[in-house]
């Protein structure tokens, strides 16, 4: 499953602390906010997109070793963008056909020549793919939920709102540059 060797992933032991102490769920940019509170994230890179690349790569595969490794212990770990948390396993075949179904973002993220060859134009170029990519009433409710807005908010609401959310996050106006560019995904998504 991975290629190239391992640096050992610095985050697997506190997102695993994390993760078992959680009452909840914890979306994705939660779980960033939370390992730089207690300083556990690296530098990385000294370009701010590549950093936030390699960032959220660590995460990634510090989630899909952990969500092998407890699965042997009798645990799900449930990945997804808004929704990771630890529950007891389910039954095997259900378990087994979720691990299956997300097999290619696992072949992604357990890859560590991906980790160390990909660049700065690369990550600009998964960017667009990405953004270029957003269609459909899922990555709808995910924005809208960025955003913390209902499923029938208006225009002109999702537009006021981008605005608030842009202004305290902009980097410029000392914002955090992760968070910006989520809600600037969000604000793609539903703009259109």
């Known amino acids: 499953m991975s290629t190239g060797t ?8 506190p997102l695993l602390a994390l993760l078992q102490q959680a009452s909840g769920s914890y979306k994705v940019h939660e779980l960033l906010a939370e390992l730089r509170r207690q300083g556990a994230i690296p530098t990385l890179a000294e370009d701010e997109q590549l950093q936030l690349f390699r960032v959220n790569f660590l995460i990634m595969n510090a989630l899909y070793q952990l969500q092998e490794e407890l699965y042997e212990e009798g645990w799900w770990l449930v990945i997804s963008t808004l929704d990771i948390r630890l529950e007891a396993r389910a039954g095997k075949s259900t378990d087994e056909k979720a691990m299956a179904h997300n097999h290619y973002l696992r072949d992604y993220y357990c890859d560590w020549q991906v ?8 990550v600009e170029a998964l960017l667009n793919r990405f953004w270029q990519g957003l269609d459909g009433e899922e990555n709808r409710r995910e924005a809208l939920a960025l955003f913390g807005l209902a499923a029938d908010a208006t225009r ?9 959310l842009a202004l305290r996050h902009h980097p410029d106006r000392g914002g955090d540059a992760e968070a910006f560019m989520r809600i600037r995904w969000a604000w793609e998504c539903l703009r259109e």
């Open 6 to 13: 391992p640096p050992g992933n610095p985050l697997l032991a």
């Open 115 to 122: 980790f160390w060859q990909t660049d700065r134009e690369e």
């Open 156 to 164: 002109e609401t999702i537009r006021q709102r981008w605005r608030v």
